[in-house]
């Protein structure tokens, strides 16, 4: 079955640009999209086809994917990003989930 | 607005089975499909199926294929997962989750519905 990996955690400063990566055998293939989900919170859609923003998502959230791996980053990260991240695409017909990101604006 | 509003938390006895609604407002139920997705307490989201609301069809992980029974109800807009032979590892956060503008992603998520498998 198809397994997208993503590292634990991602430390960053205020101010500074986190990148989250997410990797999958010819990700660059399919559409990936990007969730943040806050403590006690329901997931919340930050990009969606690889790189396109819904309405309401500020513009510092970035994303691309490439060869086996898709990218979300963050720009000029404040604290109120801290929150997990999770990647998602389509294989044969079902959903993956990347196993999640913890990012910690220090 | 659009929404996914679920049913109330549960709680089961191992063994058991468990039914969780989601209804929808907001948008034309039948022209969507619905997700259902578990998240274990710390742990990763976990994608159960989907059911397309218009015809009826569904589709299951295979971790999940054989418990599980994805339905709808057109007429109430509002989609049911059932999940049957409960045990403890079932205690879990399921959220319905639904793709309203063709972004090939989940953009609407209900509030989530706590199941809690305990003897």
């Known amino acids: 079955s198809y397994e997208l990996t993503q590292s634990l955690s991602v430390s960053v400063s205020p101010g500074q640009t986190a990148s989250i990566t997410c990797s999958g055998d010819k990700l660059g293939n399919k559409y990936a999209s990007w969730y943040q989900q806050r403590p006690g919170q329901s997931p919340v859609l930050v990009i969606y086809?690889?790189?396109k923003r819904p309405s309401g998502i500020p513009e510092r959230f970035s994303g691309s994917n490439s060869g086996n791996t898709a990218t979300l980053t963050i720009s000029g990260t404040q604290a109120m990003d801290e929150a997990d991240y999770y990647c998602l695409a389509w294989d044969s017909s079902t959903w993956v989930f990347g196993g999640g990101t913890k990012l910690t604006v220090l | 607005q659009v929404q996914l509003v679920q049913s109330g938390a549960e709680v089961k006895k191992p063994g058991a089975s468990v039914k969780v609604s989601c209804k929808a407002s907001g948008y034309t139920f039948t022209r969507n499909v619905i997700h259902w997705v578990r998240q274990a307490p710390g742990q990763r989201l976990e994608w159960v199926g989907w059911?397309?609301?218009?015809?009826?069809?569904?589709k299951y992980s295979q971790r999940f294929q054989g418990r599980v029974t994805i339905t709808r109800d057109t007429s109430a807009s509002t989609a049911s997962m059932e999940l049957n032979s409960l045990r403890s590892e079932d205690t879990a956060v399921f959220y319905c989750a639904t793709d309203t503008s063709g972004s090939d992603a989940f953009d609407i998520w209900g509030q989530g519905t706590m199941v809690t498998v305990s003897s």
């Open positions: 086809q690889d790189t």
């Open positions: 059911i397309n609301a218009g015809n009826g069809n569904t």
